[in-house]
C-alpha cells in the first residue's frame, strides 16, 4: 500500500505543475531542485546561477532545472514594471520596483503573480517574514478569503494509529496567527479543511478546540477561550453548513469514540475528527510538538494557506527531503 507521503509525492508528479524555488545559493535546495526534477515531482525554476549552484552543490545534476539569476534575467524589468503598478499607491517608485525586483524572494513571488510558475517556496536560508512579505504584497490573500493561515499535515507513524484511520490529520493554526479571533478561526477551519481534502486525499470531519466541551469549563473571568471557540462554533455552522464541524471539544473528546460518547452524544464530529482546529498558536505549537516528538508523527509544513496562489515557508533547518516534499504539496495546491 503507497504511503501518504508517497501519494503526495505520486499525486503532484502527475500535474506537472511549475514550482520556483528561489535560493539557489542554498545547498539544500540546490540538491532539491535535483531530485525533484529526477523523480518528476515538478518542473522546477531555480533562482541562482550556475556558478554558485556548482559551488555549494558540486554533485548535483541540474539537467532539466531552469536556472534564473534575477541580475541579469531579461524578465526582471517586466517583473519590475509588475511590481510597480501593484505597489504604487503604497508609495513605490519605478527605481523602488527595479531594485525590489532583483531580490530573490520578491522575483519568485512575481514570477508566480505574472503566472510563469504555479507555486512559490522559499524559507531555508530567509526568515518567514522575508518570505511571506512578498506573497501579502503581490500575491495577496485569494478572493473571498480575509486570512493567511498555516496547518500542519500529520501523517501516523509506521505501523499506524489506533485513532488515525485515514494515517492523517491536519493540525491549525500552529505557526502564524498567535490568537485568533471567533471569525478567523473560522476562516483557518474552511482553508483547513480544503487542505485535507487537496493534500491530505480525506474527507475533513472538523474539531474546534478547547480546554471544555459543550459548555463543560468556563474561562469568563480571564480570557474567554471557550466563549470565543463556541462563538466560532456558531459562525461556522451558519456561513458553511455544508462543511463537517463541530465543538468546542476536549482534544479526546474530538478523538476517542469512547469518551465523545460520554461527554458530546450525538455529535456528527466528536470521536473521529480528522482536522482539529486550536484556540490559538500557543495550544497548536505545543499540541502538533507533542505529536510529532511522543506519538511519532510527521509534521509537514507549515502548509500556507488563504493566498490566491500557493506560496509556502521553509523552516531554516529543514532537510532537502522537507523541500522535496514541500514542492510536492505546493504543486497539489496549485491543481485544486
Known sequence: MMSVLDSIKSRAAELKKTVVLCEGEDKRVVEAAARITKEGIARIVLIGNEEECAKVAPDADLTGVTLIDPLTSDHTAKYAALLY??????????????????????????????????????????STANTLRPGLQVIKTAPGT???????????????????????????DCALNICPTSEQLVEIAKASAETARVIGGIEPRVAMLSFSTKGSGNDSKFANTVDKVAKAVAIAKESAPDLVLDGEFQFDAALVPSVASIKAPGSSVAGSANVFIFPDINAGNIGYKIAERLGGFTAVGPVCQGFAKPLNDLSRGCSTDDIVLTVAVTALQAGK
Open 85 to 126: 503598478e501593484l505597489r504604487k499607491e503604497k508609495g513605490m517608485t519605478e527605481q523602488m520596483a527595479a531594485e525590489a525586483a532583483k531580490d530573490r524572494t520578491m522575483f519568485g513571488a512575481l514570477m508566480l503573480k505574472a503566472g510563469d510558475v504555479d507555486g512559490y517556496v522559499s524559507g531555508a536560508c530567509h
Open 146 to 172: 480575509k486570512l493567511v493561515s498555516s496547518c500542519f499535515i500529520m501523517i501516523a507513524p509506521e505501523g499506524g494509529n489506533k485513532y488515525c484511520k485515514d494515517g492523517v490529520f491536519v493540525f491549525a
